[in-house]
């Protein structure tokens, strides 16, 4: 394992150039070209796409490092996979997939000929084909970079619990300026040599962005490798522009540190010390589009910002640019690579890994492929015991966290917890007792009194939702299952996460070779109403907003109003497949309403009529009072107890709400209600007050279409607050039981003038409360500790 890198032999060499060659070849081609591949004749207008939508800057320097490790796969059967971080860097990957017949095996009409080459160009960043990210159509991607910073934590999800992994990561320089990149340098402190994989950074310096110089190119050597020294890293430094002599040094440094990685796991695997080793990286520095046209109308290209996207823009219309173009994609001598059918030379070919060793054909980059269903615990044991509904009060996810305990317990190789250092606060603290947060970072003594910590430990906790929620996705998208919950106002944090793990998921649908993989599992919790000492910047239950433009095909949105209920839902969410599923569940003692059984039935059907809250039996009710939330589902019950008071003819059908998209009609979301259920339910002409978690348009949003629609009052967050207590929050957001009441009032004509009494009372009460909130720093006591009655 110490031996230096051999040297490589001059054929050696030429051999991996021609390689290259070929890669850069087909990724200009596949920007520029949709006929005439192989250039037999002289280059035409027609030869050439009638959109330039490909992106070249970064592509070569892909291409380089998939041929060198490629040749360290066959050198050392590794078990490797390539993530490319620069975001349009396709061409530079779906060369060497071509060239090495995966691409061609997923895809039979892109043969290895010219025919196929041809169809292959075309379809690249072209309507009806793949765009210029490693989309989900790509073989062997688990990141597609459409929005940039992700690719260091993505790579690290795949390499948790992958001992044999090793997860090579191209980072742009570029995407190094965003926050999640930045921080998720850090995940090497989390990283355990024995159990995990490795994870081998390759930061791209090509010096330009769209149309601007990095950052961490233009400072001095010296500023840059103290740089990721300090980040715990050990940086080798590959620079250059000559492509024989850029060979050489490449092949040396990227043997070099995969021998080094083999020495730190041999060393901590014979040991049984699981230390933080100063893993390798390679910072690669290389012209931005290398080999491309150096000057384009008297600019400068090669090298610089303009070699980002499409070098020669004017091809169509401007024969000077239409030569050029074709001057650049002969240089690579494209007849000296592929034979006269426009097939890859055998000798070059012979080059890639065979097999599963490809990393196209990775099965950990078709996670599903590998995954393996978890060993759950009966839900059912874990069940709250309930005197009756709305009698008890007990924390939501307390027994959750003793499921997931179990959970983890029962798959200690294949399921993790997620965290911004809040499991703890969250209740969910249970699961130390199978597990501890993993840390290989430095120890004081007085962490053994409390700390959690371990490296061993599976509990993953750091204070970047960012990096977590990339380790999460790359983990999962590698065949394994997670568990994620932060609090609600700071899950915005990872709304542009969310947005493409779903699109990435949405696009998986329609990729018949994907194989499903386990959800994404996210719990929502420390929820807007439940803020008495955070505050007015604790409060926004808008994740459920964005959540909502998502596919309907994989998002999912619960809001279990219970214990027994969020054990339904967290049963079945871990269960699932090629969804998001988003629950939302404070942490805080809350009434109970349901036991095991009716919990299991009321979430099976998504929504339904609580009987025991309801007095409509057998008629038609006056009004129909519904909910969504914990809180919400309290206020709306005490508002039926002063509704059953004061009006005791009054008929109210009271509806719970589980699944969010029930509301939503059948056609447009798998889980909604048909026009005729929803009809039964809710009526089509009585008066709706529905009180909900969050911004009150949201319900409109889904249910502007129904038939009662207009009859739909909907009380929710209007951001209203500061430091409040629980039911004065309520008060100021009309969210509250006497809110309820008047709004009922104020919507069934005989009671107008009937309830002017009553309305004065709930004001009254309102400030009685307020006031005494004001005073004593909690709730009126028949107020905050209220229980179902009946």
């Not at 390499?159 to 999640?180: C, I, K, Q, W």
């Not at 014979?270 to 933080?276: H, I, L, Q, Y």
């Not at 809180?631 to 709306?636: L, N, Q, R, S, V």
Request: with cysteine; proline share 7%.
């Amino acid at each position: 394992m110490n031996a230096a890198p051999a040297k490589l032999s001059q054929k050696q060499l030429e051999d991996i150039n021609a390689y290259w060659r070929a890669c850069c070849y087909l990724a200009a081609g596949m920007i520029y070209l949709r006929d005439n591949p192989l250039l037999k004749e002289p280059l035409r207008e027609e030869h050439i796409k009638n959109r330039l939508l490909g992106h070249w800057g970064s592509s070569p320097g892909l291409a380089f490092t998939y041929t060198h490790l490629n040749r360290l796969i066959n050198k050392y059967d590794l078990n490797a996979v390539l993530l490319a971080g620069p975001g349009h860097g396709a061409p530079g990957m779906l060369a060497p997939i071509y060239l090495e017949g995966t691409y061609s095996e997923v895809y039979p009409n892109k043969s290895e000929d010219e025919a196929g080459m041809q169809r292959f160009f075309k379809e690249f960043s072209f309507p009806g084909g793949i765009g210029s990210h490693c989309t989900p159509e790509m073989p062997g991607s688990i990141h597609e970079g459409g929005e940039l910073g992700y690719s260091v934590s993505h790579a690290f999800g795949a390499a948790y619990d992958n001992p044999d992994l090793l997860v090579t990561v191209m980072v742009g320089d570029g995407e190094s300026e965003t926050g999640p990149l930045a921080t998720s340098w850090h995940s090497n402190k989390f990283l355990n040599p024995i159990r995990d994989g490795a994870v081998l950074p390759v930061l791209h310096l090509n010096g330009y962005k769209i149309n601007n110089p990095t950052l961490l190119s233009r400072i001095s050597h010296e500023e840059l490798e103290n740089l990721f020294k300090g980040y715990g890293w050990t940086p080798h430094f590959v620079e250059g522009s000559d492509p024989m002599e850029m060979h050489a040094r490449m092949a040396a440094t990227m043997e070099q540190c995969v021998l080094e990685i083999q020495r730190l796991q041999q060393e901590a695997r014979s040991s049984g010390k699981p230390a933080r080793p100063r893993w390798p990286m390679i910072i690669l520095r290389s012209p931005k589009g290398w080999t491309g046209p150096k000057e384009v109308d008297g600019h400068k290209v090669e090298g610089f910002w303009r070699a980002h996207q499409v070098p020669l823009g004017g091809v169509i219309g401007n024969p000077q640019h239409l030569q050029q173009l074709e001057h650049w994609l002969r240089s690579y001598k494209p007849e000296e690579l592929f034979d006269t059918g426009g097939k890859l030379r055998a000798d070059l070919k012979a080059l890639a890994p065979k097999g599963t060793r490809r990393m196209s054909a990775n099965p950990v980059t078709n996670g599903g492929l590998i995954r393996k269903e978890l060993r759950m615990p009966d839900y059912r044991d874990y069940a709250a015991k309930l005197p009756g509904p709305g009698k008890a009060s007990m924390g939501n996810t307390h027994p959750l966290g003793d499921f997931l305990r179990d959970i983890m317990k029962n798959n200690m190789q294949n399921f993790r917890v997620f965290g911004p250092d809040e499991n703890t606060s969250n209740k969910l603290d249970s699961i130390y007792e199978v597990s501890k947060k993993t840390w290989l970072a430095g120890y004081l003594p007085e962490d053994a009194d409390g700390g959690e910590l371990s490296p061993d430990g599976r509990v993953m906790e750091m204070l970047s939702e960012h990096t977590l929620e990339g380790w999460l996705e790359g983990y999962l998208l590698s065949g394994r299952h997670g568990f994620f919950s932060t609090y609600e106002a700071f899950v915005h944090v990872i709304d542009s996460m969310f947005n493409q793990h779903a699109k990435w998921l949405a696009m998986c649908k329609a990729v018949p070779w994907r194989a499903p993989v386990s959800s994404l599992n996210l719990l929502i919790t420390s929820t807007v109403w439940r803020q008495d000492h955070n505050g007015f910047t604790h409060q926004d239950p808008g994740f459920l907003d964005i959540v909502l433009n998502k596919s309907p095909d994989v998002t999912r949105i619960y809001l279990p109003p219970d214990v027994n209920c969020l054990l339904s839902v967290a049963n079945h969410c871990l269960k699932s497949t090629d969804y998001i599923n988003v629950i939302v569940a404070d942490k805080q003692k809350h009434l109970q309403y349901l036991d095991m059984d009716a919990a299991i039935k009321h979430c099976t059907k998504g929504l339904g009529i609580w009987e025991w809250a309801s007095n409509d039996g057998g008629c038609e009710p006056d009004v129909v009072m519904a909910c969504a939330g914990d809180i919400p589902t309290k206020e709306a019950l005490a508002a039926v107890v002063l509704l059953r008071e004061h009006f005791p003819q009054l008929k109210v059908r009271f509806i719970n709400v589980v699944d969010l998209y029930k509301l939503t009609p059948s056609h447009e979301h798998p889980h909604g209600l048909s026009d005729d259920d929803f009809d039964s339910l809710f009526t089509i002409d009585k008066p709706i007050i529905f009180n909900f978690h969050g911004y009150p348009w949201l319900i409109h949003r889904m249910a502007y279409r129904r038939t009662n629609h207009h009859n739909l009052h909907v009380r929710g967050y209007k951001e209203k607050g500061s430091i409040n207590t629980p039911l004065e929050l309520a008060i100021q957001n009309q969210i509250d039981r006497y809110s309820l009441v008047m709004s009922v009032i104020d919507h069934i004509p005989a009671l107008h003038v009937a309830g002017a009494h009553v309305k004065e009372q709930m004001r009254n009460k309102q400030i009685e409360c307020c006031q005494y909130a004001y005073e004593y720093g909690v709730d009126l006591p028949e107020a905050g500790d209220w229980t179902w009655p009946y």
